[in-house]
């Protein structure tokens, strides 16, 4: 699950932690960032979770609702939702139930939001066409947890302040692993039972690797790094760069520098987008040309051992 988008993620944050932090450990700052990785992981458990803890609330409302239409003489509620074959599988789930056994599970401790969110639920569109509906298979019963998920838990400034009270990095997290979540719903199959698969939380030890050495590389060559970045930026205003612009070029060369098999250009794409998410607006242009020209900088003094393609020049009129 965690994939090189949320590493570079958690390599910016924690960079830039490290430099403004005075006491510098780079032991304790490598540790920092293998966590922080963790904790994502247990944030994409904690939402699969929550899917679990909304349909429990809904179990009981359906067992109240049920009991007083017994007792007054009429037609009892849908058992559909209470009941949900995706989430069903979803709370059998033998890899979830082992994640419960060893972390604390969040919602046990908060009914009163889950609650409320099945309140919100109940009363949408998506939920009540899904009451209504004579489809019965298994793909109907996932679909509609897809759509509630994405309606009501995927944009949800509620739940925000609420993992927020939990784990100070989930709020950077939760975009990304909404991703995982939708993901993991639309992959469920009723064949697998209680076996589904979850996500892993690294998809090979490369992408564990991966992390370790982009982070450490940074920190190490810091200064070695500032100084191709001097000698690349002649035409280029250093003043015009924001401190968090110097952090996200410093892991852009790392990255060029410690894996081969990464193209330059990809990497620059995957940089400034973080330049466009984490500094100021027009830091994604000027980190852009920044990265290229010094890439280029680098390969031609044989010191970056790759390819770009080559510079486009403007026809002069």
Known sequence: MINRELIRIKAVQLTYAYFQNGNHNLDNAEKELMFSLTKAYHLYNTL????????????KHYDIASA???REGFTGPSARFAFNKFAVQLEENKQ????????????????????????QMEQSETYQEFIASSDDDYETHREVWRKLYKLFIQNNDDLSLTLEED???WNDDKEVVDTFVLKTIKRFDPANGDSQELLPEYTD?????????LFHATIVNADQYQRYMTEASRNWDFSRLAYMDVVIMQLAIAEMMTFPNIPVNVTIN??????????????????????????????DKGILLKTMPEKKVKNKK
Do not use: C, P
């Open 48 to 59: 699969l979770l929550l899917i679990v803890a909304v349909t429990r609330m809904a179990r």
């Open 68 to 70: 007083k239409a017994e």
């Open 96 to 119: 979830l139930k082992e994640f419960v056994e060893d972390q604390k599970n969040l919602w046990d401790d908060k009914a009163e939001f889950v609650k409320n969110l099945y309140l």
């Open 167 to 169: 784990s100070i990095y």
């Open 205 to 213: 030890e490369e992408d564990k690797e991966y992390a370790q050495k």
């Open 270 to 299: 995957e940089y400034v987008s973080l330049a466009k998410l984490y500094s100021t607006s027009r830091s994604g242009g000027y980190i852009n040309g920044m990265l290229d020209a010094i890439a280029r900088h680098l390969i």
